[in-house]
């Protein structure tokens, strides 16, 4: 079992690279399988939600070679395999992007039910929507979807709800249906742009993504591309948060400016001074932070995925601050973590109170999930004191070498190895024998 150790009280500085956004690259090579050549996808970040992708490639049949730290070549033509098997599925969230792109290849699929972060509910009840609207008929047994179809012919979806995973099973599904699809109240984040503009890069024909309505012309086949993925936002904002917690400045490479702006303007009112390049962005802290009222919604929207990181910021702000999660009814879990470093935040359901202490304590603290994870790492790194996070994982799942990058810019931060606790019991037990 792996976990961070951290030694607070140091102030981030220099420069740091973002790497490949995690939300498009999941369901960039997922769609490399629509293909009928070869590709190569730059800029993949090398966290482990990849690496079950590409696991899950391998497994299916595709041909995949690295190229370096970030690139990749996959030649799906020798997929013959549509099943993407429950051990790979229950990892990650994502793996119901292989539903959409397998059904528009090969009019069938078969996927485990996902797994990813426990945020609370995760419904597929628009996903499937969307593929019955182009034709296909599913069933679910025994936690698995299989989808199988005739033919997939363009149609009208309307979703209920906005939701990014749903839009984009949607155009996997409809690049290669007949005629013309619609799909209407579409999610707008950058990763769903940065999908369709693979795509469109192979021959699709889509029109529309980044507004609420995406219209996408089928064709029958699509060529291989060499495409790079976006910077992750994510990561990004993260960086932001922890350069202003600890009091750095430090120049952000590697990033769209226009995806960080509802992260941007947020942390300039909580006092925070942010200086913009074409492609990097200048972080520092001159003065107090300053209360803030923060609420999370869909692109163009302050994000979901950067909550608890701007959570654990206002915990050092002067002044009470109130948080609204609209998206994951869960997404406070790592409320009792901050509680454990001396934060005073009080959660009423949706609703987070936070009255600013100024200051945090190291102390023990588990990842409950991924951004859970960069808070406490955010925290541990402006807490006075040792902070040590178990459950790792969950952060390795979605930022390329976090604890590497934070050092480079002066953070006490080690990844340390400990004997698992069941290891341990099974060993003393052993002897005991």
Known sequence: ??????????????????????????????????????????????ISDVNICIQILTEMGASVTKIDKDTYRIDPTTIRNCCVPYEYARKMRASYYFLGALLGKFKKARVSMPGGCPLGDRPIDQHLKAFSALGAEYTLTQGMIDLTADKLKGSQIFFDVVTVGATMNAMLAAVKAEGLTVIENAAKEPHIVDLA???????????GAGTDVIKIRGVEHLHGADYAVIPDQIEAGTFMTAVAATKGDVMIKNVIPKHLESITKKLEKIGVNIEQFDDSIRVWVDGPLVKAN?????????????????????????????????????RFRYVDELRRMGADITVNGKVALIEGTGKLMGAPVKACDLRAGAALIIAGLAASGVTEIEDIYHIERGYDCMEGKLRALGADIEKVSVPDKQSVKHEEVKKAI
């Open 1 to 46: 079992m792996d976990k961070f150790v951290i030694k607070g009280g140091r102030k981030l500085t220099g420069e740091v690279i973002i790497s490949g956004a995690k939300n498009a690259a999941v369901a960039i090579l997922p769609a490399v399988i629509l293909s009928d050549e070869v590709c190569t996808i730059e800029n993949v970040p090398s």
């Open 197 to 207: 503009n693979f795509l469109n890069s192979m021959g699709a024909d889509i029109m």
């Open 294 to 330: 923060v609420k999370t919604a869909p692109h163009p929207g302050f994000p979901t995925d950067m909550q608890s990181q701007i959570a654990t910021l206002l915990t050092l702000a002067e002044g009470t601050s109130i948080v609204t999660e609209n998206i994951w009814e869960q």
